[in-house]
């Protein structure tokens, strides 16, 4: 099966909506994504037209679909832009340029092909390349019992930081960071 590793447009809120459901209902979906499926389900249509639409700009964030041949979206990974001074998806201050990736799934029936490796590329390749500052490093955190992830993270290239956060509204667990330096010129 031969996919194409691309960036979201703004029409296709539709199908953005649709593999953040089928994400949250994945079987690890709890060790994976901060909401849950019913909390998604529920949220207007307006919500999926604005993350469509700035995924699609490309500025503050970008979200990557693998597209089969039959326009199924088989897996998605989300950048969010983290400059100096704004506060990440965790609540703290970000105290450099970095972009910090999110919403990683894959479906299962495609898992093993290489989507994820042709996500994860893009995903580094747009930071590498972004406007303005030159983004210092990409992050990303892992719940500290998702081992596969961990693992697949790892043969990726990203590095424990050593650092750990306390996951939003879930007190004792706790998401492991990783990160990838920007390459040297």
């Given at each position: 099966?031969?996919?194409?590793?691309?960036?979201?447009?703004?029409?296709?809120?539709?199908?953005?909506?649709?593999?953040?459901?089928?994400?949250?209902?994945?079987?690890?979906?709890?060790?994976?994504?901060l909401e849950t499926y019913d909390t998604a389900a529920a949220r207007p249509d307006s919500l999926w037209q604005e993350r469509a639409?700035?995924?699609?700009?490309?500025?503050?964030?970008?979200?990557?679909?693998?597209?089969?041949?039959?326009?199924?979206?088989?897996?998605?990974?989300?950048?969010?832009?983290?400059?100096?001074?704004?506060?990440?998806?965790?609540?703290?201050?970000?105290?450099?340029?970095?972009?910090?990736?999110?919403?990683?799934?894959?479906?299962?029936?495609?898992?093993?092909?290489?989507?994820?490796?042709?996500?994860?590329?893009?995903?580094?390749?747009?930071?590498?390349?972004?406007?303005?500052?030159?983004?210092?490093?990409?992050?990303?955190?892992?719940?500290?019992?998702?081992?596969?992830?961990?693992?697949?993270?790892?043969?990726?290239?990203?590095?424990?930081?050593?650092?750990?956060?306390?996951?939003?509204?879930?007190?004792g667990v706790q998401d492991l960071e990783y990160e990838v330096r920007r390459p040297a010129s």
């Amino acid at each position: 099966m031969e996919h194409v590793i691309r960036a979201v447009r703004a029409d296709e809120w539709a199908k953005v909506k649709d593999i953040r459901l089928a994400s949250l209902r994945d079987p690890v979906a709890h060790l994976a994504f901060l909401e849950t499926y019913d909390t998604a389900a529920a949220r207007p249509d307006s919500l999926w037209q604005e993350r469509a639409a700035r995924a699609a700009e490309g500025v503050a964030v970008r979200q990557f679909v693998a597209e089969a041949p039959d326009g199924r979206w088989d897996g998605t990974v989300t950048v969010l832009v983290e400059r100096p001074g704004e506060d990440s998806v965790f609540g703290e201050p970000t105290t450099m340029d970095q972009t910090q990736v999110v919403a990683v799934f894959v479906r299962p029936e495609a898992r093993g092909a290489g989507l994820a490796d042709e996500l994860f590329r893009a995903a580094l390749e747009w930071s590498w390349e972004l406007a303005g500052p030159p983004v210092l490093r990409v992050r990303l955190h892992v719940h500290e019992e998702n081992a596969r992830a961990e693992a697949f993270y790892r043969k990726f290239g990203f590095v424990a930081t050593g650092r750990r956060v306390d996951e939003p509204g879930q007190p004792g667990v706790q998401d492991l960071e990783y990160e990838v330096r920007r390459p040297a010129s």
